[in-house]
């Protein structure tokens, strides 16, 4: 008997999956069975795929053939190191978000938990079918059932409306990126009708063609990550889906976008011009700066991560930009250092987003509350979602010693090799980019802090709050298991980095992983001990130890005495929960400095007013700019198509007969 | 590789910042009540108060949580690892490796973090309001900061803070216009790091003008003390930073023992002469409205900015 | 890969890195007086690197230029200014057309253009100061910024001559400066202007009682 490839254990794992799902319609209503059993079931083989992943990073792709689809015409698949570090990525997170999901669906409103169950199992077997696709034809088929699987996921609660506006703007981007996704694979065919990815690798394109390829997916796989403009429908449909379902999308589904998108530019099309990568660079950073100041004034804290997760894709967009430009001047040790950053913030952000979703998850059904304002102090009564809440906010916010940095940290080492590109205007204007980046992070930063102290510090700001508790114990192990990748991306990256490589070597031809283990595996050090390096482990037990240490000399030379008193505030009496900052206050000094960024509606009290409020309420001003202008178009030109509609049958036949007239009179050989 | 000298010079290097720190914030308020023609107070103030605060019960409010009782130690954490990785007597540090200049801005951050989230802990009105002021200039003075080590590692060919030193230090006669630049940003962003005055007033009793007063309203005792400390610290730090930066001479390159014994008294000499001229700065200076301040760290910006620029202009390789 | 430029040359580096700085300076400033005194230490400043590019080449006009620019631009036009001020009785404070912080965005983009555009310019000159072409093309733009962004008459006038600052750096830095004829003309010439401006002034006030420029722009319909 033949050992079983990799590809094919990932496949029977896709099955699995699938057949979870559809275990699940057996006892549709069975809420126990389904949570307790199939759920775990679904963690169990998300584990075997990314332990399978890990395994196959190195080694030479592998191929397989699936009779299924349409006659002549099978799903070529394939396991290369690219598809792998995703799988990986997939494997791992689903593990942490099913096992947080058996806790977390229980009996309610909306779907039946089997049909979600189903829908849930479809949507994981199709992100693994979207990252092994070889194949034009199998790819979208691939992302469309994601597309829909997800679709159904967000409208779970589907009796709400703007649950069901959410969900079909959703479908609509989405539709819309898949347009742009297949006019892209079909100009990478080149005329020659071959879909297959081996083909379109084949294929030499002209500068012109290849370029319109790359806009073209840089449109579709943009509109699915969330890149502006098309990013409209992540803060509706991620508030609207429930807890695991949004860590899902945001950890791992915009991750499949950048998956296609490294893909398309680094494997199936060869030539790189340089200023694909300033598109993607200058896209990336409004997309990173706009999802960063958009996500610190929002009040909801669902929205506030989906905005988050806009900059993240930005950062990472920025990255491939980055990549990309390094790429084209043929400097390829640079390009494999921005890569593996790209790489890298890849795995850290679907960890991290992941697991601060799933928190609100837990802050959700603790509470039923999903607004800022009526948060506060649940650090009291939620300890464990709390402190593991802290994990991916500080990682979040991308400061050592945890994963965001590591990525950050990577990107910036790359930007400061920009000055030496062979281009004049670049090797300014690159560098300074840069700070915009840190600009991004910091303010990432404050928008973590102000998510972070609003919902789990200060004092309680309704008095409901008073009966929250903690997470179940499957919710608990799921956040660990998310927090615990957290904090091993962040200690262990050149251990990571090794294991990863092989995807950079094999777009780039060139990695970081010579290098890396000479200097041991505690230090990262991408090109030389002198030139740049960071050692998260020495500087986590510095840290660690400075805090022990200080503590037991505090204690042993002086002592450990603690009086509890009310809180001073210099003196002021009026202290209860109202006294503190709102989340509009908090982001207040964000919304004065950045004003002409957003479209504002404020309502301020004066002194006259009996019960004087004040509100605010932020607005994209891509909703006026760009969607409202083309929805208003695409209105009246229906106007004008209604003048057609007769209403009778035979008018209809009409237009039928003769259109058919014209085509044949007009279209002729 | 790791020598036991160097191993010495580090915990060397940390004792002497956990000892000098408290001095240097000492000697600032003593020059600032000279120009203000006030009674200075004594040089050793601080270590005073440090033991008395150590001594004193910890007065903690109801709200507050385990988050509060931690910060302080995180924070303290931070400084000393800070202060260990900044070549203040010599660049053989061993532990310099641990974190670069980038991962130096991260690890000031990360104490910014726990400095306004422990502000928020307990939920009162000035605890939110400064640790939300906070985070703005810390977004302000990040971009700033970061600038300014791109310029000063483009020169190096480093972002290690101890190769940049190192090449700074033992050059032939080179004047960079550049660092002209760098030097004036980094002295901006340092002022507001630290809270001084043309942001932040160190010694104000006014609620609504504080940033950093107004986080640290809520402890006391040993937290107090720890977070005090950890202050001076930064100071220290951030002086380091800068005299090792822009002032490299003396520091010992390696672990030649009659260089850092030399390197001690320069650098008391060096911190007194910094000390005095920002407690001068401070006096001539009124701060200014807290909206002012993107105003004051743009414009280090944009000398970072500068300097970058004039960078690639004049020095490179034409 | 620096000690190639001998050091001369890097002192001259190091002035025009300070122009360039004083221009931004002159941009950021809100007060007239200071706006003033900044003009007056970008002239001392260039006539240092005119010095020191005199001392270093030994060619005796760049000396005289060097005497001129320390009397012209340092001591008299300063003078006038100062003097305009008091009796014009200026406020204080600059108004600006667009907010200061975009201004400053708008002179590093600047800055980038003029080092860019400098670049191919400066590698055909042979002189040992031609990296300073690109700041002094960043002055004269930056200078050329601040006229069009204040509504101040007074401030337009130390812009344009912060512009001609600019453009004695050029010719300093391109071809060790140009041939004394021309600079004197030009100096004769910038002080006439200051002084005919300064007479303009005392009518603007009588006119309009204000020397905001925008009583200026309804000029056209009458």
Known sequence: MTS?????????????????????????????????????????????????????????????VLVIGLPDLPFHLRLDNLSAVFVLLLGFVSVGISIFAAGYFRKGEGTAPGLLCLEYHVFLASMLMVLLADDAYAFMVAWETMALSSFFLVTTDHRHEEIRRAGFLYLLIAHVGAIAILLSFGVMTGGAGDYSFAGMRAQELSPFWASVAFLLALAGFGAKAGLVPLHVWLPEAHPAAPSPVSAMMSGVMLKTAIYGLLRVSFDLLHTTIWWWGVVALTVGLITALFGVLYSTVQNDMKRLLAYSSIENIGLIAVGIGLTLIFHAYRMEGLAAL????????????????????????????????????????????????????????????????????????????????????????????????????????????????????????????????????????????????????????????????????????????????????????????????????????????????????????VRHLYHGRVRRTAAWDCGYYFQGPRAQDTAEGFSQPIRRIFEPMFRMERHFPTARDAQPYYSVKVEDHFWHWLYLPVANAVGRVSTLIVALQGGRIAVYLMYSFITLLVLLLVARP | MISISGLLGQAFAILLALVLAPLLSGWVGQCRAWFQSRTAPPLLLPYYMLQKLFRKDVVLAHGASSLFRVAPFVIFGCMVLACAIIPSLSTDLPLAPAADALALVGVFGLARVFISLAAMDVGTSFGSLGGRREMLIGFLAEPALLMVIFTLAMTAQSTSVATIVETLAHRELVIYPSLAFAGIAFTFVSFAENARVPVDNPATHLELTMIHEA???????????????????????????????????????????????????????????????????????????????????????????????VRLLLESKV | ???????????????????????????????????????????????????????????????????????????????????????????????????????????????????????????????????????????????????????????????????????????????????????????????????????????????????DIHHMERLKDN
């Open chain 1, 4 to 64: 079983l490839l990799p590809i094919d254990i990932l496949l029977i794992a896709a099955c699995a999956w699938l057949a979870v799902g559809l275990l699940g319609l057996v006892a549709p209503r069975n809420t126990r069975f389904i949570s307790k059993t199939l759920f775990p079931l679904g963690a169990a083989i998300g584990m075997v795929a990314g332990f399978v992943a890990l395994d196959s990073l190195g080694g030479p792709a592998q191929t397989a």
């Open chain 1, 338 to 553: 921005a890569m593996t950053a790209v790489l890298y913030h890849c795995l850290a952000h679907s960890a991290f987003k992941s697991l601060l979703f799933l928190c609100t998850g837990s802050v959700l059904h603790a509470t039923k509350e999903r607004s800022l304002g009526k948060l506060g102090g649940l650090i009291h009564r939620m300890p464990w979602v709390a402190w593991l809440a802290l994990a991916g906010v500080i990682a979040s916010a991308g400061l050592p010693p945890l994963s965001g940095f590591v990525s950050e940290w990577l990107l910036l080492q790359s930007f400061l090799f920009s000055p030496g590109l062979p281009h004049p205007w670049l090797n300014m204007v690159v560098p300074v980019a840069a700070a915009l980046v840190v600009l991004v992070a910091a303010l990432a930063g404050f928008a973590m802090v102000k998510f972070y102290a609003i919902i789990f510090l200060g004092q309680m700001r309704e008095p409901g709050l008073k009966d929250a508790h903690d997470a179940g114990t499957w919710e608990k192990v799921g956040l660990a298991w998310l927090a615990l990748i957290t904090l091993l991306l962040g200690i262990l990256p050149s251990t990571v980095i090794s294991r990863i490589d092989a995807a950079t070597r094999q777009l780039l031809g060139a990695g970081l992983g010579d290098k890396l283990h000479e200097q041991g595996w505690w230090m990262l050090a991408p090109i030389s001990p002198e030139r740049a390096s960071y050692e998260p482990m020495i500087f986590l037990v510095t840290i660690a130890a400075t805090l022990l240490l200080g503590r037991w000399l």
């Open chain 2, 215 to 309: 986080m640290i309203l809520e402890y006391s005792g040993r937290h107090l003390a720890l977070i005090e400390w950890a202050a001076s610290l930064k100071l220290y730090a951030y002086s380091c930073l800068g005299l090792a930066l822009f002032f490299p001479w003396g520091i010992a390159p390696g672990d030649n023992f009659l260089a850092l014994v030399a390197a001690i008294p320069l650098l008391l000499l060096k911190l007194a002469i910094g000390g005095f001229l920002l407690a001068g700065i401070e006096t001539v200076n009124a701060k200014m409205r807290i909206f002012r301040a993107p105003e004051f760290l743009g414009t280090a910006f944009m000398l970072a900015v500068l300097g970058l620029l």
């Open chain 3, 1 to 211: 890969m620096n000690s190639a430029i001998p050091f001369s040359a890097q002192l001259i580096n190091l002035f025009a890195a300070v122009i360039l700085l004083l221009a931004f300076a002159m941009l950021a400033q809100r007060r007239v007086l200071a706006l003033i005194n900044l003009f007056a230490l970008q002239g001392l400043t260039l006539c240092l690197a005119t010095l020191v590019a005199a001392v270093t080449t030994g060619q005796s006009h760049l000396y005289y230029s060097a005497g001129l620019t320390l009397t012209l631009k340092v001591l008299v036009l300063p003078w006038i200014l100062h003097r305009l001020v008091r009796k014009l009785n200026v406020k204080g404070e600059v108004e600006a057309l667009i907010n200061i912080p975009t201004t400053m965005l708008a002179g590093i983009v600047l800055v980038m253009i003029a080092f860019n555009v400098a670049l191919p310019i400066s590698e055909l000159s042979h002189t040992i100061t031609r990296g300073t072409l690109g700041i002094a093309l960043a002055v004269v733009m930056l200078a050329f910024l601040m006229m069009i962004t204040r509504q101040k008459a007074i401030t337009q006038v130390v812009g344009f001559l912060s512009m001609e600052n600019g453009l004695f750096l050029a010719a300093t830095s391109a071809t060790y400066g140009m041939p004394m004829v021309v600079e004197l003309g030009i100096a004769l010439d910038v002080l006439v202007g200051v002084i005919i401006l300064g007479v303009f002034f005392f009518q603007i006030r009588d006119q309009f009682d204000s020397l």
